[in-house]
């Protein structure tokens, strides 16, 4: 060879590494997917998160200067990626921190595979009690308490406690550490309190700022969010404060409408904070930003999301979905359901053909690599498929058999249940045929929820059903109707966790004990 044509292959093998390996990107691991095929590392010199897919069977990894694997990357590990000029990742360098916790590897492993299983963050519950959140721990409506009563007496379940001067509201509760938390109001302002789990007395109030007022009731509509000893509350107005959990001291506040240039929709916010890693998410639907990433220690934005047409906000409230290998916030907004990179806010699709010009209120289901949502005023559900991480969805079918209002839906063993309006319905997502329907006396329009192979339904005029969960029938097992019933419908959520029922109705708490 001469020397010629020896250097122009030097030139040329320069160039090709320099193509295969352009850029680098050190950072922290902050999420890793719930598949384990992204990692998310966020720079904070450059003040950026950006996803990394490491799926590919030719990546490499080193772990303390050592080989690895990509299974053994941890969120919290410090990592140097070397990229590609298309951005794929070639080489990983990690530095892992020995955690100063006394958790064994084991238990990381089992922790592992549970959010593997459920596709949700750990919120760190402590205690037995898990209803961290609205929607409950893993944001799909289900209770995870087991070995609860099979039926009920004619006048329920026996009541344990019962809490009163909550005010006005229809915040449901979110329940950890022995406490119970909801909002309501005092003396003209939105309140947060807590309320002892065992004895139902009050621990602490704290403001949340002017209370709401409306013709279909006044004050807060959302639920607060229990995070590691902090809890996240969202007020009618706007108002989103992290107050310490033990003593309701404010560590942070600031009102997201005036934040992010929106304005408050007819019937106020009503959507409760969610919690992801480092991250409070909300979707204020204003001209700066639709959804806003926040940092849960200090508010500051790590993202803002400004989707196209700067639609306003719904009152439904964000789920975490991984579809197709993406991880992903979607809301319904007011002109229709969106989804957000979580790694980076990058808006990626929208679908409105189950969307409603009035009030969309019900959180989307995620089944699979699918998504079914719903909305009333005649509108109906949606069953939208993605084909890839890149795709736009591809709607399968639109029913009539699932117009949810706002009491929203559970998704168990294939089928999906909810209030179609007025009739409590069972719904088959293959087709979205009804595979039941039952108008319970008049009372089929409610909030549902799911626990230990039973629906838990609250009719909206106040009667609380147990139904069993299953699509042959409509087998309605028990029914009472609530003591000191308020003049207005029963919006707020029931609540099942430690082997109790929660129903809010204004001013009061109602406590039951339902385990066997």
Known sequence: MSVR?????????????????AGTFTGTIKEISADGKNITVYSSSRKKAVVFPVDGRSLKVSI?????????LEVGNIVTVFTSTSGNPLKIYCKQVTSTK???????????????????????????????????PNRNNRSTETGLLKSWPNAGPKLAWTARNLGEGYSAVSIANGKVFLMGTREGQE????????????????????????????????????DNGNLYSLGASGDLSCL??????QIWKQNILSAYGAQNIQWGI????LIDGEKVICTPGGNTATMV???????APIWLAKVPGNPKAGYASAIIATIQGRKQYINFSHDGLLGIDAGNGTPIWGDNNASNGTANCSSALVIGNAVFYASGYGTGGAMLSFSSRESKPTMVYKTNKMKNHHGGMVFVDGFIYGANEQ???CLNPQSGTAAWEDRLDGNGKGAITYADGNLYFRSEQGPMYLIEATPKQANIISTFDQPERSGKRAWARPVVADGKLFLRDQDILLCYDIKK
């Not at 093998?13 to 295969?20: I, T």
């Not at 310490?244 to 001291?249: E, H, L």
């Open 102 to 136: 006394s958790t064994s590897r084991t238990s990381k492993k089992k922790s592992s595979s549970r959010k593997e299983k459920s596709e949700q963050p750990d919120n760190n519950v402590e205690g037995a009690a898990g209803w961290p959140q609205f929607l409950g």
């Open 244 to 249: 310490n959990a033990d003593n309701g001291q």
């Open 270 to 273: 009503s959507e409760s904070p």
């Open 64 to 72: 303390n200067k050592k080989s690895g694997k990509v299974s053994q």
């Open 423 to 425: 009739i409590m319905t």
């Open 191 to 226: 309140i947060v309190l807590a309320i002892d789990l065992k004895t139902g007395k009050e621990l602490w109030a704290t403001s949340n700022g002017e209370i709401f007022r409306d013709g279909q009731g006044n004050g807060p509509r959302s639920t607060p969010t229990y």
């Open 293 to 299: 990433a926040l940092n849960k220690q200090s508010g």
């Open 5 to 21: 044509n020896l250097l122009s292959c030097l030139l040329l093998f320069g160039l090709l590494v320099s193509q295969a390996q």
